[in-house]
């Protein structure tokens, strides 16, 4: 497969895992609420969504928008791979996870209000943040390295 569409699909894929995580640390007590609920809430603030389509509504709108960033987040990948050729996938994708909740959750969500910034949160959610992050990113190398060796 070429390696924009695998890096992206592996994207897509990489989200359904960690939403499945997120979901899945919730309801086992293992996370404390996770940055899907958090951005499902900034949705509802913003719009008012909740009232028009409900929580499972504005639920599903915040997953179509992790789905969206998350193959636009793998796209990056094969320019990763290119500069780091001698890193193996999931060397690479927890450098990259690591570098996406740095800008992305250290930085532009507490600006937009869609988290209570890092610092506030404390170093248990902070870390789960991150470790979601890094999942994100290795589950995309990982799928993305696969798929683009079935062309092969």
């Given amino acids: 497969m070429q390696k924009y569409k695998a ?20 309801k086992s007590g293992l996370l404390t609420k996770t940055l899907d609920r958090d951005a ?3 949705i509802d603030r913003t ?6 389509i409900g929580d499972a509504g504005t639920s599903v709108v915040e997953f179509a928008n992790h789905l969206g960033a998350s193959a636009a987040f793998g796209a990056a990948l094969p320019k990763l791979r290119e500069w780091a050729p001698g890193l193996s996938p999931t060397a690479l994708g927890v450098l990259y996870g690591s ?3 740095a ?4 930085g532009i969500a507490p600006v937009l209000g869609i988290t209570e910034g890092e610092v506030k949160a404390g170093p248990r ?6 470790a979601v992050h ?18 092969r």
């Fill in 7 to 26: 890096a992206m699909l592996g994207g897509v894929v990489a989200g359904v895992v960690t939403t499945a995580f997120m979901f899945a640390g919730r």
């Fill in 40 to 42: 499902v809430d900034w």
């Fill in 47 to 52: 719009t008012g969504s909740r009232e028009v």
């Fill in 134 to 151: 890094v999942l994100q990113a290795v589950v995309t190398a990982l799928v993305a390295e696969r798929l683009e060796r079935q062309r």
């Fill in 103 to 106: 800008v992305n959750i250290g």
């Fill in 125 to 130: 959610k902070a870390g789960e943040r991150w």
């Fill in 99 to 101: 570098a996406l909740y």
